[in-house]
């Protein structure tokens, strides 16, 4: 099977080169996965939105359940940064940028309990180009032609949410609260694996619909990177908007799903992802 990407053409040719072992809870550099962003509503403060994934150099892809409350909004997205609470003007950039929800995205909730989503994809268009000279660890990640992946198939995920649904202290210092566990002070990453759609359609019903992907990962506490839907989270949405992550054979990245909802913690339940090799076609 081979697996066609596409990648702007302003965007760098080949990224490949960077460090890229896939493995352990921390990622290591910002240059491994050089094309994680995390989306705050203000300029300033350590309040985080959503997550994200730059695709060229003026968009960003994340889910539409982000910023559909407020999508005349200004939001301000912060590249090249792999240490949420600590940045640096030399590593890391923040730029400014306005939301493009799918014209078809649907939520609909009750209370706080999520009854219907759909098409949860949304761009986020930045009010200036990344200058990826200047900024050499920053990269975009390839999307995908339209795509299917069978069962047990490895993916990545990755993000700065709560490692742990279980409040307990960490090692690095996080804050801990009961609602979502720890919320990472640095980028960490964790590898599941393609579900059975039929999975998701067990646990979620009409929610789970042919526009998502379902990934767990068997016997595995899957909330260490945090994916609950964000009707269920009043704090950060550290993962939310996230990329699931497929390694190709040639050793580059894409994008083929963005974070979007899963029931609680619980390994059996799966967790559903925006899929975007239909989408953005």
Not at 31 to 43: C, Q
Not at 53 to 69: G, H, K, P
Not at 108 to 135: C, M, R, W
Not at 139 to 156: D, E, K, N, Q, W
């Amino acid at each position: 099977m081979t697996y066609p990407g596409r990648r702007s053409a302003d965007a760098p040719a080949n990224s490949t080169g960077l460090d890229r072992i896939v493995g352990g809870r921390y990622v290591p550099s910002e240059k491994k996965y050089p094309w994680m962003v995390w989306i705050r509503p203000n300029p300033t403060g350590l309040f985080m939105l959503c997550g994200g994934s730059l695709i060229n150099d003026r968009y960003v892809l994340t889910a539409a359940q982000c910023v559909y409350e407020n999508s005349s909004a200004t939001y301000y997205v912060v590249l090249g940064d792999l240490h949420r609470y600590i940045t640096s003007e030399s590593v890391s950039i923040q730029i400014p940028a306005r939301a493009i929800p799918h014209p078809q995205f649907l939520i609909n909730k009750t209370g706080s309990n999520l009854t219907a989503i759909d098409h949860d994809i949304a761009l986020l268009k930045l009010e200036t180009p990344v200058d990826f000279q200047a900024y050499p660890h920053i990269r975009p990640i390839c999307l995908p032609a339209p795509v299917s992946f069978s069962t047990g198939t490895p993916m990545t995920v990755a993000g700065w949410g709560g490692t742990n649904w279980r409040c307990r202290e960490f090692e690095d210092g996080g804050d801990c609260n009961s609602l979502n566990g720890i919320r990472a002070l640095k980028l960490i990453e964790a590898t599941i694996e393609v579900a059975s759609d039929s999975v998701c359609q067990k646990n979620y019903g009409p929610l789970f619909t042919k526009n998502f992907i379902c990934a767990q990962k068997a016997g595995k506490d899957i909330c260490h990177v945090s994916l609950e839907t964000r009707a269920e989270r009043k704090n950060d949405g550290g993962d939310f908007g996230g990329p699931l992550m497929f390694r190709t054979p040639g050793s580059y990245y894409l994008n083929v799903g963005i974070s979007s909802f899963m029931k609680g913690c619980d390994p059996q339940y799966g967790a559903a992802f925006a899929a975007t090799g239909s989408e953005c076609s």
